[in-house]
T-cell receptor, first 114, second 115 residues
Framework: ETGVTQTPRHLVMGMTNKKSLKCEQHLGHNAMYWYKQSAKKPLELMFVYNFKEQTENNSVPSRFSPECPNSSHLFLHLHTLQPEDSALYLC?????????????FGSGTRLTVV | EDQVTQSPEALRLQEGESSSLNCSYTVSGLRGLFWYRQDPGKGPEFLFTLYSAGEEKEKERLKATLTKKESFLHITAPKPEDSATYLCAVQTMLGQSGGSYIPTFGRGTSLIVHP
């Protein structure tokens, strides 16, 4: 286990469903991130939280809604998704800017929208 | 706009056949360059951070180097367990947001090492 835990590992949802992805870290990191990874594309940053405050929203559609109740937990609420939203969603954490030790990633949630 | 290009897109090696992966970048104000390894069905795993041209770092069979325009990940005498996708990311001053320097990732190089 990497220290960043994501649940569920796999999720299939219809376009009218509402679901949430969960991320948890107990590394004492102060920053948490949501990334989207699609086939043959670079990792796309979605949201950044520093000390529970959202500091980046990378032009993400409003059907994705993040929540960070404390520095250890991060959620991504999903509603009325489109098939093109099917991807691997990765959560990551870092201490500060993640320079010396980089980011610690979870194993991701494989999302399929049908 | 920052650009990170990794090559080759895919690489097949025989066990013991050394080679190098390339990450070229065109960014302003490089703050750090990262290498990650990603296994299928898992998230990326941090390998190295390089900060300045001329810097080198090693870990087992991997050695990362950095110049002003590119970084190389050298793999010496690879084994099948080195098979993975290797990702490069650059972190720049312009990417700063609320205290976070946001890295830009490349598309990765998929490495397969045959026994």
């Amino acid at each position: 286990e990497t220290g960043v835990t994501q649940t569920p590992r796999h999720l299939v949802m219809g376009m009218t469903n509402k679901k949430s992805l969960k991320c948890e870290q107990h590394l004492g990191h102060n920053a948490m991130y949501w990334y989207k990874q699609s086939a043959k594309k670079p990792l796309e940053l979605m949201f950044v939280y520093n000390f529970k405050e959202q500091t980046e929203n990378n032009s993400v559609p409003s059907r994705f809604s993040p929540e960070c109740p404390n520095s250890s937990h991060l959620f991504l609420h999903l509603h009325t998704l489109q098939p093109e939203d099917s991807a691997l969603y990765l959560c990551a954490s870092s201490q500060g800017n993640g320079g010396m030790w980089g980011y610690t990633f979870g194993s991701g949630t494989r999302l399929t929208v049908v | 706009e920052d650009q990170v290009t990794q090559s080759p897109e895919a690489l097949r090696l025989q066990e013991g056949e050394s080679s190098s992966l390339n990450c070229s970048y065109t960014v302003s104000g490089l703050r750090g360059l990262f290498w990650y390894r990603q296994d299928p069905g898992k998230g990326p795993e941090f390998l190295f951070t390089l900060y300045s041209a001329g810097e080198e770092k090693e870990k087992e069979r991997l050695k990362a180097t950095l110049t002003k325009k590119e970084s190389f990940l050298h793999i010496t005498a690879p084994k099948p367990e080195d098979s993975a996708t290797y990702l490069c990311a650059v972190q720049t001053m312009l990417g700063q947001s609320g205290g976070s320097y946001i890295p830009t990732f490349g598309r990765g190089t998929s490495l397969i090492v045959h026994p």
